[in-house]
């Protein structure tokens, strides 16, 4: 089977950002969470590790969902391969 160059970009940049979003994925959920414990200050009214853990990395999964529904949106749409309504 054959696949066109275009559908090889398409895998390819859809790799590329699945594995960009997994490093940051790990980065805030495994180094962030080690290296919180010794940041020692107030952040609205919370030690800041306790915000990074409760709410910090909360935001950021959002902020990853969201832009990777974008950023796959955009690229199905450029390479011609976005469902049809």
């Known amino acids: 089977m054959q696949v066109s ?3 090889q970009r398409y ?3 859809t790799l590329r950002i699945t594995a960009t ?3 940051v994925w790990f980065v805030v959920t495994f180094v962030a ?3 919180a414990r010794d940041l020692s200050f107030s952040f609205f009214g919370w030690p800041f590790s306790f915000w990074i853990a409760g709410q910090g990395a909360l935001v950021v999964y959002v902020l990853i969902i969201g ?3 974008y950023y796959m949106n955009r690229l199905d749409n450029e390479h011609g391969v ?3 309504d």
């Open 5 to 7: 160059e275009n559908l």
């Open 11 to 13: 895998w390819s940049k």
């Open 21 to 23: 979003l997994l490093f």
């Open 33 to 35: 969470m080690y290296f």
């Open 67 to 69: 832009f990777y529904a």
């Open 82 to 84: 976005a469902e049809e």
